[in-house]
């Protein structure tokens, strides 16, 4: 296809978008208006925002990074949350309603950190696991909300916009409490969707289960790190006193890239994983902290992988990083799967930035 900026011929490239990612880089005209439109366009469907709120006389939302100031009678850009009356409410996300899906999920399954985690790993034995090898016959309960403080145009999990519209999937903290307490669940991880969208519940349930659990159970979460700082604060002791994982999804290094395929900025995402780093040194095994970053075909190239891997290395260099392998999904399906090549050729790039442990994942995907 040819993009619409350049003119050049490019393998791979996304038709709604149109344009390569040279030109979304460079911030090349009509670049990031295509892909807002795509956005907005994208949200219609499920009656979501189609941008930020921003009313100057809102009700301001600190909840995360977007920052929205919602007019009266209106959503924030997550939809979780609503102006009435002038008082900022939680549609859904509080200690009483939860907008989710719950399940077991036996051990070792597929967590983003799995090389690495107490659960599916020899890490963390004795005090967080109970086994030297992957916990074999115990379960994670995944807690998979419906809902999210980004908009990626490649989610893998976009079917939590279809989700979010449904009233049978309202669960209250205390309910998915008693999921944890079963003797063999010895984890849960909070990802979505998003968590820092309904991070009150989540919150909520691991400071309850933990209130009546006293043997192993890890708090762990797969996020894309756009939350308040305080809230952050509380994850991350969360996760350090429990032996849990808090896995970062990195999606993209540039700005305006991040911009063209999020929806939103990652300044937010940038400063709480560099806080977060912080902490590795206070448990280094399992490790605290995990990044991971999609290898989407012609957007999320080595470049942006070395760019991401700088960062992460300057933060810290033990922190583990996985690089996964993209499926066509959402509004970029007509993308194909990570080729074999193009994931050789980021595995390469990160690891020339320094990093101790870079890992590539969902490898039955490449072609």
């Not at 978008?17 to 366009?41: M, P, T």
């Not at 063999?184 to 989540?202: M, N, R, V």
Request: proline share 6%.
């Amino acid at each position: 296809m040819r993009c619409k900026g350049c003119k050049r011929e490019t393998t791979f490239l996304s038709a709604r978008l149109g344009y390569c990612v040279h030109c979304i880089r460079e911030g090349k005209d009509g670049a990031l208006e295509r892909a807002q439109h795509v956005h907005l366009q994208g949200r219609i469907p499920y009656r979501l925002p189609t941008q930020i709120p921003q009313d100057p006389q809102g009700v301001e939302c600190t909840f995360c990074g977007n920052a929205c100031r919602i007019p009266p009678e209106e959503k924030g850009f997550c939809g979780t949350k609503a102006n009435q009356d002038g008082k900022l409410v939680h549609l859904v996300g509080d200690r009483d309603k939860g907008k989710l899906h719950w399940y077991y999920d036996p051990l070792p399954t597929n967590c983003v950190a799995h090389w690495v985690c107490a659960g599916c790993s020899p890490a963390g034995y004795p005090q967080y696991s109970h086994s030297s090898e992957a916990e074999y016959g115990y379960q994670n309960l995944a807690v998979f909300y419906a809902s999210c403080t980004f908009d990626c145009l490649f989610c893998q999990n976009w079917s939590y916009k279809v989700s979010y519209s449904c009233e049978r999937l309202l669960v209250t903290a205390d309910d998915l409490v008693k999921r944890a307490l079963e003797p063999s669940t010895s984890c849960i991880c909070f990802f979505g969707g998003d968590p820092s969208s309904q991070i009150l519940h989540a919150l909520a349930t691991s400071y309850e289960v933990l209130r009546k659990r006293r043997d192993i159970l890890r708090i762990c979460w797969e996020t894309n790190g756009n939350m308040s700082r305080k809230l952050l604060e509380q994850v991350i002791q969360i996760s350090l006193t429990t032996g849990g994982t808090i896995k970062f999804d990195l999606k993209a290094w540039n700005p305006r890239l991040h911009r063209a395929l999020c929806g939103v900025d990652n300044r937010t995402t940038l400063s709480n994983f560099h806080y977060a780093s912080h902490f590795m040194g206070e448990r280094q095994d399992p490790p605290l902290l995990v990044a991971s970053t999609l290898l989407i075909p012609g957007y999320i190239d080595p470049q942006e992988v070395a760019d991401i891997a700088r960062f992460i290395a300057s933060c810290n260099p033990a922190i583990p990083y996985s690089l996964l392998a993209f499926h066509p999904q959402h509004l970029m399906e007509d993308l194909p799967p990570t080729p074999r090549q193009w994931a050789m050729e980021c595995l390469e790039a990160a690891q020339k930035e320094g990093l101790e442990n870079v890992h590539l994942g969902n490898i039955h995907l490449l072609w």
